[in-house]
């Protein structure tokens, strides 16, 4: 079964689209504090959706690929250790913290959380666009 990619291609687009704007210093130094912490707000949501959508990716190519039997109801990192072995992913580790920084989005109401948050998401936009270039290569 071919998975059908396209919101995962849109979702990480997204997430590279903005992290670049708001990594462009000159540009978020022509906003004023509020403008700049709605974007940062903006990221951490796009983060969300798009950690979500690539976990599910994962698991329904695991599934597919290696059977639905070694999939259910297994924990987020066995998911993420059957990726690795399966060369979607190459740090379960990193795909680890991605899920611990996705937990505390409920909570970036609070700065220093927010501030994690968004680090973890700037580092994800790479893991998540390898993610798809992997599910793309192996899609079939």
Not at 9 to 36: G, W
Not at 112 to 121: C, G, I, L, P
Request: some cysteine.
């Amino acid at each position: 079964m071919i998975l059908e990619l396209d919101s995962l291609r849109k979702a990480t687009a997204s997430l590279d689209e903005i992290m670049a704007r708001i990594h462009d210093r000159k540009l978020m130094e022509s906003f004023d504090a509020v403008v700049r912490n709605g974007l940062k707000a903006g990221a951490i949501q796009n983060f969300e959706f798009t950690y979500e959508l690539c976990w599910k990716f994962m698991k329904r190519w695991l599934e597919h690929n290696i059977g639905p039997t070694y999939v259910d109801g297994i924990t987020r990192q066995e998911l993420f250790r059957y990726a690795a072995e399966n060369k979607l992913i190459a740090d379960v580790q990193k795909w680890m913290d991605y899920h611990r920084a996705r937990n505390m989005t409920s909570h970036t109401y609070n700065a220093e959380t927010a501030d994690e948050v968004f680090n973890a998401a700037s580092e994800f936009v790479a893991d998540a666009e390898a993610l798809l270039q992997q599910l793309e290569a192996h899609n079939d």
